[in-house]
T-cell receptor, first 112, second 111 residues
Framework: DPKIIQKPKYLVAVTGSEKILICEQY?????MYWYRQSAKKPLEFMFS???????DNQTASSRFQPQSSKKNHLDLQITALKPDDSATYFC???????????FGKGTRLTVV | GDSVTQTEGLVTLTEGLPVMLNCTYQ??????LFWYVQHLNEAPKLLLK?????KRPEHQGFHATLHKSSSSFHLQKSSAQLSDSALYYC??????????FGGGTRLTVRP
């Protein structure tokens, strides 16, 4: 029974389009994160949120915008998609920063 | 800045031989240290964590000792199993709000 739900599991998008990756966690955690993993790079931190506030942003491009409508939601909007954006995007959460991080199963994005 | 350095790339072992994956870190603070494991097509998950110098946490036969003097947190197992084949990430968490991973080490255990 997954406690961190990511939707969709697989996503194919056309170059230049916009997509939203959904993440909901039911662990009661206060901190949520997005990570990216591609064949070219290892697990790469993107964003962290705590109590729905942005704490850290390591993503150079403004095309990636996290959206937190509720405490347990952290979606990721990606605009003007490029083939290099193809990766698996993992949502994660933790009770607070500095503790164990739990990962969702990921959304595998392919941009064609 | 804060960073980790892991054993590079791919490590291939024969089943039954010992495992050692290196991890050294640079940090402004005294961090928590973690080892995460990611099996093929799965999400990363916590394998080990350590909070105290020279304490040795163990899980699933793996152990790691945090040595602040050498800034190391090497992952070890006495006898590799086929099911240990996975990607292993060392991670210090000292910024409070994020977990940053090293480059990862892919362990392949052969029969």
């Amino acid at each position: 029974d997954p406690k961190i739900i990511q939707k969709p599991k697989y996503l194919v998008a056309v170059t230049g389009s916009e997509k939203i990756l959904i993440c909901e966690q039911y662990l009661g955690h206060n901190a949520m994160y997005w990570y990216r993993q591609s064949a070219k790079k290892p697990l790469e931190f993107m964003f962290s949120y705590s109590y729905q506030k942005l704490m850290d942003n390591q993503t150079a491009s403004s095309r990636f915008q996290p959206q937190s409508s509720k405490k347990n939601h952290l979606d990721l909007q990606i605009t003007a998609l490029k083939p290099d954006d193809s990766a698996t995007y993992f949502c994660a959460s933790s009770p607070t920063g500095g503790t164990e991080v739990f990962f969702g199963k990921g959304t595998r994005l392919t941009v064609v | 800045g804060d960073s980790v350095t892991q054993t590079e790339g791919l490590v291939t072992l024969t089943e039954g031989l010992p495992v050692m994956l290196n991890c050294t870190y640079q940090s402004t603070y005294s961090p928590f240290l973690f080892w995460y494991v990611q099996h093929l097509n799965e999400a990363p998950k916590l394998l080990l964590k350590s909070f105290t110098d020279n304490k040795r946490p163990e899980h699933q036969g793996f152990h790691a000792t945090l040595h602040k003097s050498s800034s190391s947190f090497h992952l070890q197992k006495s006898s590799a199993q086929l099911s240990d084949s996975a990607l292993y990430y060392c991670a210090p968490d000292n910024a409070g709000a994020k977990l940053t991973f090293g480059g990862g080490t892919r362990l392949t255990v052969r029969p």
